[in-house]
């Protein structure tokens, strides 16, 4: 919105009555609220997702059975999944609210003649604003008034370099006036390292430079990862599926045998058998104990599910400042005509006597208690390299500054030592501006113009030094008018992190292509790219990219790992083209710029100690501890889940088989029941959860990290899993089947051969947990890896076996009988042939995997 007023607006500001009737009119100065979802909506968005549903019927079939335990505890897990639901979307929805908290101080204005404390939500356009160091701007403003004035504009821009802002010139015509250029312009949420100013309020609240950012955000839809689509789909089915057949099997019990009641039971059992509520389980279990161990690793997983998603990432987009540096700027190099100093190769050496006197007026030239980042590195730089020397002046005074203008892009400050009577200045400031201040010859200043394009060519920020010295009483009011004498130059840099090159390298090798998206200087960041070990080749800018159809984009995407001077909508429109070509995008970043960019990539990092709150409430994964080399142990994180998940679902397939089949088999063949409902409950609810911890716990495997991350389509549930499962299972059932009839054959009692049977599937069970731990290599050829979760779960298994056989009271429960020792030792041989059986399956099915990478 335009603001409205003229010039005695801007003497005295708006009256309290006009600012009252403009916040009715425009609204006031914050982010418009979304409107929250209730609780009872929340209900019932939870309750029509399949895993809910799932879960209801499971807990039904069991209250049915007269279960109420099991009933109870799976109908517990529906409190479970609408927590964590409720949970995430909440979180969703707190981004834009620390939009709100961001743009809402309290502000110094101008009304009725007067300077009122007043809360940045009440300002509107027209306001005069009075803003200095340390302030967060609370309005876009006009800058009518200035005084050495910077701000650091990182959060919006991604550039860690202050930026000079300067106060608006006067224009006759109103219309002119409107006319902004940004140099003249502050924008709302940005902070005032240096200087102050006057400026009115141009724009307020959704309006706002931020406002527009937060705009972009609500209306990015966050969508559930693969594993959460295909778990959802693949329960639904097999729950259909099961259920139909478990009612065609009763029905053909009722009409084989005439006994409805009996059928009723097996269909019953069959159903608990074949409905796959593991799954539901194994999910929530995996991804809340992978939380967990990230969180170990101080990476917050604020989105769960997208953990796992993170072992498919193809692209990662970084943002230069904050995440692939340290944003905070450091000395790098010190130059004279005689002299170099270079912070990369110096080592301890210290610093030569021809370069003090740079680093001792750009110390002068800076202000002792500097919020400027650039002021604040210099300080930091004098006090270490000059240290004990004559050239830190503490007892010196300041008796006046000259602040850089749009004419001079340079600053000086005039000391008095206590021990001279003439005057010292310090003058840093833009090269050229300080060569323009010396008067240099021709020939002089264009040796320091390349020295100045050297420097700049390596993404160093170069300021040059300049002294001089006054007697008169009376200082002039130009800075041209001192003899300045030209010292030298200082570069500075935002460093690149200590653990950024070997992240990279290891993304490399694990086939995840870095991108970097800057707003940043081309030269600064093909200089961050070379450091960070990026294969960086020409670098596209945001002109260059708004120039180009998305046709077009998308093949230059194919080859480019570089965007300088990106703007926030560009960064979006970047991560949304990759994920059109097929890619699976984790985008990092630290500011508010980066916000819209991470809710709308697949998996958004934001760096947690330095991100502003709106980066970290975008992002599904904060790295609390901003050490990129967290992100490789979240991707490892991820990979590794990924691999577990397909694991646990080999072994509940497999599992599944001889349960079902040992349910359907009696009823077709006229044998005797060989599982009851209290049987399946057994394994199920004991084992199969708690087997789904041990895979959980499994370490990565030892080539996962030099293995290219799996396809973007690759299924949780695909025919290699689905297979190796059946054939696994399938040998455990011909096993059991034998052992049956092996029994029969010796004339054993039906309830021994059911105990027999029972033990050989439990232990067998155990075998194939065993077994499938680990594909990469045969289970006695690998050492074996600490996993004390299959320890625990192996003694609980043999122990509550051991009761269910031991204890007359239990075995009469589970219809068993003690069986002989011949029985009992042939149920043995068949749990220890079924194991062989496992790993035959495994390394047949390692061999067709390795097949197509050999072709």
Partial sequence: ??????????????????????????????????????????????????????????????????????????????????????????????????????????????????????????????????????????????????????????????????????????????????????????????????????????ATGARSALGRIGASLAAIRTEPTPIQQETRRVVKRVALVGLAMAAALAATYWYLRGDWLHGLLAGLTFAMAILPEELPVILTIFLGLGAWRLAREQVLARRIPAIELLGATTVLCVDKTGTLTMNRMVVRALWTEAAAYDAGTAGDAPLAEALHGVLEYAVLASHRRAFDPMESAIGAAGAALLAHTEHLHRDWTLLSDYPLTKAMLAMSRVWQSPDQRAKMIAAKGAPEAIIDLCHLEPARSAAIAQQVERM????????????????????????????????????????????????????????????????????????????????????????????????????????????????????????????????????????????????????????????????????????????????????????????????????????????????????????????????????????????????????????????????????LFDRAVLLRGLWQGSGLLLALVGLSAVGRALAAPDDAIRATMFGSLVLANLGLIYVNRAWSQSTWRRRDSANPTFIFIVAGALMLLALVLGIAPLRALFVFALPGATLASIGVCASVLSVLWFETVKRFARTAAARPEQT
Wanted: aromatic share 4%.
């Fill in 456 to 715: 700049a060519a390596q993404g160093l920020r170069v300021l040059g030094v300049a002294m001089a010295v006054f007697d008169a009483a009376t200082l002039p009011g130009n800075q041209h008018d001192f003899d300045f004498q030209f010292l030298g130059l200082i570069a500075l840099e935002d460093p690149v992190r200590p653990d950024v090159p070997a992240a990279i390298a290891e993304c490399r090798q694990a086939g995840i292509r870095v991108v970097m998206i800057t707003g940043d200087h081309p030269a600064t960041a093909l200089s961050i790219a070379r450091q960070a070990g990026l294969a960086a080749g020409a670098a596209i800018t945001g002109v260059e990219l708004d120039a180009m159809d998305d046709a077009e984009l998308a093949r230059r995407l194919a080859d480019s790992v570089l965007f300088c001077r990106v703007q926030p909508a560009q960064k979006l429109r970047l991560v949304q083209a990759f994920r059109a070509r097929g890619d699976v995008v984790a985008m990092t970043g630290d500011g508010v710029n980066d916000a819209p960019a991470l809710k709308a990539a697949d998996i958004g990092v934001a760096m947690g100690a330095r991100g502003t709150d709106v980066a970290r409430e975008s992002s599904a994964l904060v790295l609390l501890n901003d050490d990129f080399g967290s992100l490789l142990t979240a991707v490892r994180h991820g990979r590794r889940l990924f691999a577990n998940l397909r694991k646990a679902i080999v072994f509940v397939v497999a599992a599944h088989v001889p349960i079902v089949g040992l349910s359907i088999l009696p009823v077709l063949f006229g044998w005797p029941m060989l599982l009851m409902p209290v049987h399946v409950l057994f394994l199920q609810l004991i084992i199969d959860p708690a087997c789904s911890v041990v895979f959980e716990a499994e370490p990565l495997e030892a080539d996962a990290m030099q293995a290219a991350p799996r396809r973007p389509d690759a299924r």
């Fill in 1 to 202: 919105m335009t603001a409205a007023g003229g010039a005695g607006a801007a003497a005295s500001g708006l009256s309290e009555a006009e600012a009252a009737r403009r916040v009715l009119q425009d609204g006031p100065n914050a982010l418009p609220v979304s409107q929250q979802r209730t609780l009872l909506r929340l209900l019932a968005e939870v309750v029509t997702e399949p895993m809910f549903l799932l879960l209801v019927a499971c807990g039904t079939i069991y209250l049915l059975l007269g279960d109420r335990g099991e009933a109870l505890m799976l109908l517990g897990f529906v409190f479970v999944v609408m927590g964590i639901t409720f949970s995430q979307q909440r979180r969703a929805e707190n981004a834009l609210a620390a939009l709100r908290d961001l743009s809402s101080p309290t502000a110094l204005t101008v009304r009725d003649g007067a300077v009122h404390t007043t809360a940045a939500s009440a300002l509107v356009c027209g306001d005069i604003v009075l803003i200095s160091e340390g302030n967060r701007v609370p309005a876009d403003l006009r800058l009518l008034e200035s005084s050495n004035l910077a701000l650091d504009e990182s959060m919006l821009t991604g550039e860690s370099a202050t930026v000079a802002k300067f106060a608006a010139a006067a224009a006759a015509d109103p219309a002119k006036a409107r006319s902004i250029d940004p140099a003249s312009q502050v924008y709302s949420g940005t902070l005032v390292t240096q200087g102050n100013a006057r400026g009115e309020v141009i």
